[in-house]
Every structure is written in structure tokens, then in C-alpha cells.
């Protein structure tokens, strides 16, 4: 767990495991992580989005993933996820909030 890993291990160790990238191999990707950040997806008519609260985790499995499979993903591969938080200022609000919610 987290948790443990706080407590057993170096700060140095800690601070890799932040890394878009920790968990493939070979070497990085064209993309970084994207834990924050708001933006606009526009097939859904400019709803605004936010970071989706498991892409931390999610995307380092996806990046190994493709690591591990080069002939099956493109090398330029890039992944991120995101929640779509709604329209207008509401949809606003929210996304701003889960980017917030995602630095702390």
C-alpha cells in the first residue's frame, strides 16, 4: 500500500514511483503524466473535463503495457484519462475542483 511504502522506504524510492514512466520499460514516452489540468472535448459539444482520480495508476499499467508489447502499440502511443465534468460554468467549476483535488 501506499501507506507502507511511506513508511519503509527512502524518499528517493517514493519520488520514482511519481514518474509517468516507472512502471514501463525501456525508456520514456513522448507524453507525461497529466494528473492535472483542465480541458474541453469537443465530440460532446465543449463539455469541460477533468483528471479522472484513478488515471494516476491507470496509466502507468497502460504505459507498461505498452512497453511491453512494442509490435502491437504505436511508439508514439500517448494515453491519458480524464472525467468529463459537464457544460458551461458548472462543468467548469468541476473540473477546476478535481484538478485541485488531484495536486493535493
Not at 16 to 41: F, H, I, M, N, Q
Not at 52 to 72: C, D, H, T, W, Y
Not at 73 to 102: C, I, M, N, W
Amino acid at each position: 500500500s501506499i501507506f507502507n511504502l511511506l513508511e519503509n522506504e527512502p524518499l528517493s524510492v517514493v519520488m520514482e514511483t511519481s514518474k509517468p514512466y516507472y512502471l514501463a520499460e525501456g525508456e520514456a514516452g513522448p507524453d507525461c503524466g497529466t494528473l492535472s489540468g483542465v480541458s474541453r472535448v469537443r465530440p460532446l459539444g465543449n463539455a469541460w473535463a477533468g483528471p479522472f482520480f484513478m488515471a494516476g495508476i491507470n496509466e502507468l499499467v497502460v504505459r507498461r503495457s505498452v512497453s511491453l508489447q512494442p509490435k502491437v502499440y504505436p511508439k508514439d502511443l500517448l494515453y491519458h484519462e480524464r472525467q468529463v465534468t459537464g457544460r458551461g460554468a458548472k462543468g467548469l467549476f468541476s473540473a477546476v475542483a478535481l484538478s485541485l483535488g488531484t495536486m493535493v
